[in-house]
């Protein structure tokens, strides 16, 4: 089992409950896993300004090939499947998905 541990920093309350996104892609998407950060124990909605989460991510690769995948990360409104923006250097990044690296599943 792989795990990922993303660490958020709100900016304000947000005002819907967001879903994780994470990708691993090579070629194409091979893998996705969508969850509640937290495992829904603490949704996005009850997040304040400046507060930091802590929110481990299990992976199951078992079904998956060996080889180098590129991993991404991100949040997106499940209700309306739009993707929260993110932006660096105040410039948007594509697909708004942060590229966490490779991993390498053998």
Do not use: M
């Not at 950060?37 to 078992?62: C, F, K, M, Q, R």
């Not at 949040?75 to 590229?99: C, H, I, Q, W």
């Amino acid at each position: 089992e792989c795990r990922i541990i993303l660490t958020w920093q709100a900016q304000g309350r947000p005002s819907t409950d967001y879903t994780v996104f994470i990708q691993l892609w090579r070629d194409n998407q091979f893998a996705g896993f969508d969850a509640p950060p937290l495992a829904n124990d603490y949704p996005t909605s009850l997040w304040n300004a400046g507060e930091v989460i802590i929110d481990p991510h299990p992976l199951d690769l078992s079904t998956l090939p060996p080889g180098e995948y590129q991993v991404w990360a991100g949040l997106y409104n499940f209700a309306k499947s739009e993707r929260l923006a993110v932006t660096a250097g105040g410039k948007p990044l594509p697909d708004y998905a942060v590229d966490l690296g490779i991993i390498q599943v053998k």
